[in-house]
């Protein structure tokens, strides 16, 4: 048995009684959240023996408002997904929730020098491109310049990255 209160804290009313066996304890221990690669908390629950790896703002928000409607997401309105709040999250369509990762700046698609692996940025693009319209400067000799592949570069000058700049 578990509960879910609206802070977005996950309880266990189990308690291990030996190697693989539980029993039911009358006082709720906290369960501890991992944290996966896109910074949800999830805790592991137990249904007919099996491990279940559940989102903590899944719980919360189906232990409050119901079970997620047809092609809706779990939102976080703050942009947080370790805030999971019960007045923290909605249900919302993925088209919005789309728009939240980019207003909050944590979309998936980080642009620019936002991008983890990125080798320019918004500075050298400019130069970059000024170098190729301004005085005839070839990819190969922005690219030794600026230390990025010929791909790349050629990606750059041709607006088909970095169009935001």
Not at 62 to 74: A, N
Not at 112 to 141: M, S, Y
Not at 145 to 151: D, F, N, P, Q, R
Request: charged share 25%; proline share 5%.
């Amino acid at each position: 048995m578990y509960k879910v209160d609206s802070l977005g804290s996950v309880y266990s009313y189990r308690k291990p009684y030996g190697p693989g066996r539980w029993i039911e304890s009358e006082t709720p221990k906290k369960l501890r959240p991992c944290i996966d690669k896109n910074g949800q908390p999830r805790v592991i629950l137990m249904k007919d023996g099996k491990r279940k790896n559940m989102c903590v703002s899944y719980l919360v928000i189906s232990t409050f408002l119901g079970d997620r409607p047809d092609g809706m997401f779990v939102c976080h309105n703050n942009g947080i997904p370790g805030d999971n709040r019960i007045g923290n999250l909605r249900y919302d369509t993925p088209l919005n929730n789309s728009a939240d990762r980019k207003n909050h700046n944590t979309s998936f698609g980080a642009k620019g020098e936002n991008h983890g692996i990125a080798k320019l940025n918004d500075q050298k693009v400019k130069l970059a491109r000024l170098l190729f319209t301004q005085f005839g400067w070839g990819n190969k000799k922005i690219c030794s310049l600026l230390g990025v592949s010929a791909g790349a570069m050629y990606a750059v000058l041709k607006n088909i990255t970095w169009k935001h700049i």
